[in-house]
């Protein structure tokens, strides 16, 4: 089983899809990098060679942030954009839709189930 970047490749799987395991490589990435190494995108990735495997570490690991170091980048930019006060950090931290869509009805995976009013009791009293 190949072993890139901290993640198991799938075994039985085309090389092309199963680089996309790996945070931050998508189809495209994932293209591109076969395509540079002139690998076969239909070669399944128990078939991969040790010496591609190396030369697929090696592309990713010079052109590509991948995993942690992704994920950190990402998290950093967020708490930056809260820090300032600018309307996207303070979306982010009020848990709400940050690009942009309607709130007054949908949204309800950013801000979670629905809470009902509470309603009152009775009605006209004598």
Same mark, same amino acid.
Request: charged share 40%; net charge negative; proline share 4%.
């Given at each position: 089983m190949a072993r890139i970047a #901290?993640?198991?490749?799938? /075994? /039985? $799987?085309? &090389?092309? %899809? #199963?680089?996309? !395991? %790996? !945070? #931050?490589i998508g189809k495209s990435g994932s293209n591109r990098i076969l395509s540079k190494l $002139?690998?076969?995108?239909?070669? $399944?990735?128990?078939?991969?060679?040790?010496? *591609? &495997?190396?030369? %697929? /570490?090696? &592309?990713?690991?010079? *052109?590509? $942030? &991948?995993? #942690? *170091?992704?994920r950190t980048q990402i998290s950093m930019n967020i708490k930056r954009l809260m820090d300032l006060g600018a309307y996207r950090g303070l979306r982010h931290r009020r848990s709400l839709p940050v690009r942009g869509q309607r709130t007054s009805t949908n949204a309800r995976t950013r801000k979670g189930p629905k809470r009902s009013a509470v309603k009152k009791k009775g009605g006209i009293r004598k």
């Open positions: #901290g993640v198991d490749l799938p /075994r /039985r $799987k085309r &090389v092309e %899809i #199963g680089l996309t !395991y %790996i !945070y #931050g $002139k690998i076969d995108p239909n070669t $399944k990735t128990d078939d991969l060679s040790e010496a *591609e &495997v190396n030369s %697929i /570490r090696k &592309v990713i690991d010079s *052109e590509f $942030k &991948v995993e #942690g *170091e992704l």
